[in-house]
């Protein structure tokens, strides 16, 4: 058999796998609602009734099994990057169901993300150019920490966070099948996204499950991880800002959020319902159309990314369009919330 038809098929294979991997996702959801372990609602919540949790162990166990079957396809041996990721995601998505089952200070939720984005960190070197070691992996850590709340913090609305990872998913394998990436990154994006896109039905547009901590922390740290392998690619201009770009609308709702409750003393670990989304659907909006708006916002960062890595468009041009859409959308919500008797931030 020649090579162009060795690839072909494990190109097909690949396909195979993810359409598994989707319809595998899909029934342990189905199976994870029949556990019955409810999330009750509480002053902090949107929904008004008790729902299904756990959605996230469907993704997990696509996601560890699909990987490895993935680089197997291709003859990707597996290497230090790669199981550390894996042996942190096991880690970081054990740890987050037990806190699911049942809640933990949020003290010990940062001491277990901190220890996964280390692992992965480690396994991700040597660093970015030009920096020394030793800060190379405490930047890393901190991204992937930052990335790893990001998700969790917007993981309050059906279907948001869900969706806004597929479509990253979706972006940046797009952007390293362009740039010749190896499958050890864009092979990741799209097992990551089947394993996302099988739960997504059932989480929108009425949830009859949520993700929870144990789908919504490893989902960020696996897009923290993408981040960083973009970073380090060197067929892809400015890899290191592509990632926060797709995820600009995201990232802006929480460092936004994070700044004013700095800047009005209020506990910034502490669980709250002011993020800009939580805000805009207080307010009276409805819950779809504010998902909507986030799946379209992560379009948006993606477009930009690409004109980014196109060289179309020089980095600070780019965080500027995407700055202005974010602004635009704190005005419509800060509007809106002046609009809605006793209604605050």
């Known amino acids: ?55 996230g162990l469907a993704i997990l166990a696509v996601f560890l099994v699909g990987l490895p079957l993935a680089e197997m396809i291709f003859h990707h041996a597996a290497g230090r990057a790669d199981i550390t990721l894996l042996v942190a995601t096991v880690w970081l998505g054990l740890f987050s169901w037990y806190d699911d089952m049942h809640p933990m200070p949020p003290a010990w939720k940062l001491a277990a993300q901190i220890a996964a984005a280390g692992l992965v960190a480690w396994g991700s070197m040597p660093s970015l150019p030009h920096i020394p070691a030793w800060s190379g992996l405490l930047l890393r850590m901190v991204l992937l920490v930052g990335l790893c709340n990001a998700l969790n913090f917007v993981d309050g609305l059906d279907g948001l966070a869900g969706g806004c990872t597929v479509l990253a998913c979706l972006a940046t394998a797009g952007l390293c099948l362009a740039a010749h990436g190896s499958v050890d990154i864009w092979a990741t994006a799209l097992v990551l996204a089947v394993a996302v896109g099988g739960f997504l039905p059932f989480n929108f547009p009425h949830a009859r499950l949520f993700m929870g901590d144990v789908g919504s922390q490893c989902c960020g740290l696996v897009l923290g991880t993408l981040g960083l392998r973009m970073a380090d690619m060197p067929h892809l201009p400015h890899g290191e800002i592509l990632m926060p770009l797709i995820l600009s609308g995201m990232l802006a709702d929480v460092a936004v959020t994070l700044l004013r409750r700095a800047m009005t003393g209020r506990p910034l670990m502490r669980a709250h319902r002011e993020h800009l989304y939580q805000m805009a ?5 409805a819950a779809w159309r504010i998902t909507l708006l986030a799946w379209g916002a992560t379009l948006y960062g993606s477009l930009v990314a690409v004109a980014v ?37």
């Open 1 to 55: 058999m020649t090579s162009v038809h060795s690839s072909h098929g494990a190109v097909a294979l690949f396909g195979l796998l993810l359409l598994t991997g989707g319809t595998a996702a899909a029934l342990l959801s189905r199976r994870v609602i029949g556990l019955h372990v409810m999330d009750y609602p509480t002053g902090r919540s949107a929904h008004a009734r008790p729902v299904p949790k756990g959605g």
């Open 309 to 345: 890595a196109g060289t179309w468009m020089t980095p600070p041009v780019a965080l500027g369009l995407a700055g202005v859409v974010q602004l635009g959308w704190a005005v419509i919500v800060w509007r809106q919330v002046r609009r809605t008797p006793e209604l605050d931030w």
């Open 281 to 285: 659907h207080r307010s009276g909006m």
